[in-house]
């Protein structure tokens, strides 16, 4: 089996345990968003600012990894026109009851975005990706599909694993994991991620990640940080997530 199709089961099973990013949100959520009240997240616990969006109304928005639910219910109630790419049936599902129950339209894809993505060129105004880089091998592919689908002037908003969790142990006070974290490099950490349910995760460096958007010919406009949603390290306010917002510069 492919360590994405791992990946997309555990996830799956996640979901069905009550896993936080795969629980849709509610009708009053939705109505809110309707409302003009509404945030969503790239990382763990702070809301992306609404200026990184600029109005919906009519944006062709592509949800990148971003099934479940959350995220894309929020964008359709303030008129975009939605799309999601999501490994995991479970989430596509979950993002489809939602769709149903709310009565709007959208397009959902269960697809690996390790892959081609299905789309043609300059499909998108904007891509919306919470963090999900770390269940997958090469990032650069993945920002060039990006930049090969959205239009001239279109928005990239990413979230991003720094790697810090991936070097300390489960108390998160000792570091102990040498970086980069790439079990399919190596057996015993393989084993170890089998046998513990995590999923096939990489770590992924800043340069990589950044680096790895300019590279694609995107234009950084702007980047937070932020921690995890509990334990030591959230404690001691150590960021271990970035998220930014790119542009692909008309010519």
């Avoid at 992924?204 to 390290?233: C, M, P, W």
Wanted: aromatic residues 12%; contains cysteine; negative net charge.
């Amino acid at each position: 089996m492919s360590y994405q199709k791992h990946n997309a089961r555990t996830i799956d099973q996640w979901c069905l345990d009550g896993w936080t990013w795969g629980q849709p949100i509610t009708h009053e959520v939705f109505q809110q968003a309707k409302e003009g009240h509404w945030g969503v997240y790239l990382t763990p616990t702070k809301v992306v600012p609404h200026e990184w969006f600029g109005k919906l109304k009519g944006k062709k928005i592509l949800g990148l990894a971003s099934g479940g639910g959350q995220q894309i219910p929020v964008f359709s109630a303030l008129g975009g026109i939605c799309t999601v790419l999501d490994y995991s049936l479970q989430q596509c599902l979950t993002e489809k009851e939602v769709a149903q129950r709310e009565d709007y339209q959208v397009t959902v894809i269960q697809g690996d975005m390790t892959k081609p993505f299905p789309f043609a060129d300059e499909s998108f105004d904007l891509i919306f990706q919470p963090v999900s880089n770390c269940y997958i091998e090469d990032v650069d592919h993945v920002f060039r599909e990006c930049y090969r689908v959205l239009k001239p002037g279109g928005i990239y908003l990413g979230g991003f694993d720094t790697g810090m969790n991936f070097a300390v142990d489960e108390t998160e006070t000792q570091l102990v994991q040498k970086l980069p974290y790439h079990p399919l490099k190596d057996p015993q950490l393989y084993q170890k991620a089998i046998q513990s349910d995590d999923g096939i995760q990489f770590s992924h460096t800043l340069e990589e990640q950044i680096r790895g958007q300019f590279k694609a010919g995107f234009v950084l406009l702007d980047l937070y940080e932020d921690t995890n949603r509990s334990g030591h390290l959230k404690e001691l306010n150590i960021p271990a997530f970035v998220a930014t917002r790119a542009i692909k510069k008309k010519s």
